[in-house]
């Protein structure tokens, strides 16, 4: 479904990104992990297109993405719910879901979306009418799930949902990303927290300072020495 | 007759009414001819700043160089009507398409920055328009200024009604299409650019394409001001748009609440009229508006319209809820204080 292939980009004169290569089949959930500064969040971009890259070639569903501008590739049904939720807090929850739906024009699906959206989240039917900056960390991140899901995604990059969450709440969040896969969407999980993401994903690929240094099936990985030692603390 | 229509349709009266009492107020000398002058030029104020309020306030785009489109539609007007005869109506029209135009030119290269660096350079741009005009002296009489800009009309009689109905119809035009445009897709689209640029980029939107867009129409409609300017005040002064008049726009955008047209309006004829009757203070009037605009940033950073829950006042939802008898029980609180 994607296939990254020799991937480099820079930042200036430092090189953060050095040849990375992966793919994400269609129904899985693949997480990328690491730890701060290896370059998780900037694959992520570099495949949403928000920095531009050096080298090297995205494709996703047969498309090459270099040539796409971010919302085109968001038509194409690639959406990204970015690094730390980024909700538009001075809007209401309703709104934030209608901006998830911005690119479509099908009226009447998008209203039995609202149902779905609000049969796995039904905190958000309540606070509907409620400014977005006034839910709390856990909701705001369901809210940012939902949004995404408004806009019917293909393929689902989550960018570290369990920042800054309580261990009861990310539970919660992963357990709901599950079901938004098993529901037929394809996830590409960014995850500092590699113990839980390898829980949940059929595939990892370790990144470490701009490399991808191991992959593997996911419980392959989480009972490797290596990943142990070096990620989930002995 | 469906209830969209009903409500359109008594706005729309509502508006009429208000045009019809106030330009006969004007032509009774009610309001007296210094008034009606206030009136027409906060008017003016007024427009440009809502202009300013799209990009800067609803955009989340600082732009600190209003001033310059102001005086490109109000030069483009001025050399239509002296130079062409076109009739003062198509002519402001042009000042502002004019003005449209410059602001795509300056939006495209300008519009890839962000924040403090577009302040800068959209202040630039706003200075470059201005030296332009001291040295297009065929067209604009240079430094010396543009004398003799014919006005609406001659006639002593109906000059300050003829302003102040015109100022007062663009007004109402520029305030249905913004807050149409606000309440409309592309509107939300504007917000989410300023709310969160990466996400609204992330949902799908040209976050690009909509910057541009609004720059464009809030250049035109700034544009429109200076239009009306033009044959409104007879004289036209290349320094008339220096950065202070650009800031002045600001601040009354950042004293009406960004992002809030009535706040705009409130603070567009308040601070207009607050600047005549500070008259006799002389050169030190100028300290008044930054001093409103500490304490304001100090008690009330949300802006005039802060104290009304940030919701801007709308005619239409006022006449779609507007219930009498809500407000005759609102006057007998009693009753249900005895539950």
Known sequence: MLKVKNLNVYYGNIHALHNISFEVNEGEIVTLIGANGAGKTTTLHSISRLIPIESGEVEFLGHTLQTLWPHNIVELGLIQVPEGRRIFSNLTVKENLEMGAFIRKDREQIKKDYEMIFTRFPRLKERLRQMAGTLSGGEQQMLAIARALMSKPKLLLLDEPSMGLAPLLVKEIFSIIQEINKAGTTVLLVEQNAHLALSVADRAYVLETGRIVTQGSAKALASSEDVRKAYLGG | ?339
């Open chain 2, 1 to 339: 007759m469906n209830k969209d229509r009903k409500t359109n349709l008594i706005s729309f009266l509502i508006i009429l009414f208000g045009f019809i009492l106030t330009t006969g107020l004007v032509a009774f000398r009610v309001i007296d001819e210094y008034t009606a002058q206030i009136l027409t030029i906060g008017g003016i104020n007024v427009i440009i700043a809502l202009g300013l309020n799209l990009i800067s306030g609803f955009t989340g785009q600082l732009a600190l160089g209003h001033a310059g489109f102001m005086a490109v539609g109000a030069y483009t007007t001025a050399a239509l009507i002296m130079k062409l005869n076109v009739p003062i109506f198509p002519a402001i029209l042009a000042g502002g398409l004019v003005s449209a135009v410059f602001g795509l030119l300056i939006g495209l290269p300008a519009l890839r920055l962000h924040g403090d660096y577009l302040a800068i350079v959209t202040l630039g741009f706003g200075e470059i328009i201005r030296v332009i005009m001291v040295n297009l002296s065929d067209i604009t009489g240079g430094p010396a200024g543009l004398k003799g800009i014919p006005p609406f009309t001659t006639n002593f009689f109906w000059r300050p009604v003829l302003s102040f109905a015109l100022v007062y119809i663009f007004l109402v035009l520029v305030i249905i299409i913004l807050n149409n445009l606000i309440n409309s897709s592309p509107g939300r689209a504007i917000i989410s650019i300023r709310e969160d640029e990466i996400a609204a980029n992330a949902m799908g939107i040209n976050v690009f394409y909509f910057k541009i867009f609004a720059f464009t129409l809030s250049a035109f409609i700034a544009g429109l001001g200076g239009g009306i300017y033009a044959p409104f005040f007879g004289y036209l002064n290349p320094n008339m748009f220096n950065f202070q008049k650009s800031v002045e726009f600001l601040i009354i955008v950042v004293l009406g609440g960004m992002g809030n047209i009535t706040g705009t309006v409130l603070a567009g004829f308040g601070l207009t009229y607050l600047q005549e009757i500070l008259r006799f203070l002389k050169d030190y009037r100028l300290v008044i508006y930054p001093l409103i605009l500490v304490l304001m940033m100090l008690f009330q950073p949300a802006g005039l319209m802060g104290f009304f829950g940030n919701k801007g006042f709308s005619l239409t939802r006022f006449v779609r809820e507007f219930n009498p008898k809500k407000i005759f029980r609102m006057k007998n609180p009693g009753k249900a204080g005895e539950k």
